[in-house]
């Protein structure tokens, strides 16, 4: 007799699965629709469908679904606005992956949750490893943090993926915001002594699937889904001015200059001048250094992630084709 919680299986012998997604509106949420939807029956969650705030609001929606896996894609994000509004980045970063993960380790569930580079100070030389010192500079990374640990204290089977400098074709995020303002001005002024790997929302979500869907494989063949924390970013290293420069110049090269909206027309900016951190203060502090190693999950799911430069390239041919 099979056990009550084996994964049903689909015509072709795959598992089929159960699948919650939350932050579905999200840059990575929104993309995660498209890409688990062959692994089996969907049911995609925001803000305004569940209070993210309210523990019983959260729990009741896992436990009423129930799921085979959650991926939580949902999580508070204003970096800066999170240190004057830390207890509500606290309920949304810590309060709600907390009561999935208990709904998980009840029925014998995986979530799949996303954190952070903010979760290490950057003073690292190199790229960071999953077994590093942590010590978050702002109460946005602290509050992933605390995240982490509590959906690794709940026992539940869990896959943690850290990522750095998500950006997409639609939402608030960097990429659109150079975009914008290389429309409005002649010369970008961009912070250079801040390094990381620029990842594509979409190419998160399309290894989020390789991952559910290798986890449920090994959940068929031994009983019992994989566990842990791993890096998840684009390959390379640039700067904030780098990332700028680059998407001037690949929107250059694949944009119409006589085109409308968004991704055409021409930029009035040329070139990306250099400054430095303490030139842009901001509320929070960043790390000068968010490169993450991609060993571990390379090694356990046998994933390369494309390097920064072609992830950006893909993401804007993307856009320019809409």
Not at 66 to 94: C, F, G, H, M, Q
Request: glycine share 10%; aromatic share 8%; net charge neutral.
């Amino acid at each position: 007799m099979s056990s009550p919680n084996a994964p049903k299986m689909g015509a072709s012998g795959a598992p089929s699965l159960r699948l919650l997604i939350t932050g579905c509106y999200g840059q990575v949420g929104w993309h995660l629709q498209r890409t688990l939807a062959p692994l089996g029956e969907v049911m995609a969650i925001d803000i305004d469908t569940v209070d993210l705030t309210d523990a019983t609001s959260v729990s009741e929606t896992v436990r009423n679904f129930v799921p085979d896996v959650v991926v939580n894609a949902a999580a508070y994000t204003a970096v800066d606005k999170a240190e004057s509004e830390s207890e509500l980045a606290r309920a949304i970063n810590v309060g709600a992956p907390a009561q999935i993960a208990k709904e998980c380790a009840a029925t014998g569930a995986l979530i799949v949750h996303y954190s952070t580079d903010y979760v290490y100070d950057g003073s690292k030389p190199g790229p960071y490893v999953e077994t590093d010192a942590i010590g978050p500079l702002s109460a946005y990374g602290e509050t992933k943090l605390a995240g982490d640990r509590a959906i690794m204290g709940c026992g539940c089977a869990h896959i943690i993926l850290r990522t750095t400098w998500v950006y997409d074709i639609r939402g608030k995020n960097f990429l659109r915001t150079i975009l914008r303002l290389a429309k409005e001005k002649e010369e970008l002024r961009i912070v250079g002594d801040q390094f990381g790997a620029p990842t594509w929302a979409r190419m998160l979500a399309e290894t989020t699937a390789i991952v559910v869907a290798k986890s449920a494989e090994r959940r068929k063949t031994s009983g019992a889904w994989p566990s842990g924390l791993f890096h998840l970013t684009a390959g390379g290293r640039t700067s904030w001015a780098g990332f700028a420069q680059a998407i001037l110049e690949e929107y250059e090269t694949l944009a119409s200059p006589d085109g409308a909206g968004e991704y055409g027309g021409p930029l009035k900016a040329r070139r990306v001048v250099e400054i430095g951190t303490h030139e842009y203060p901001t509320p929070a502090r960043r790390p000068v250094n968010s490169v993450l190693s991609n060993a571990a999950i390379q090694r356990e799911f046998g994933i390369t992630m494309p390097d920064w430069r072609t992830q950006l390239r893909l993401a804007l041919q993307d856009a320019v084709r809409r």
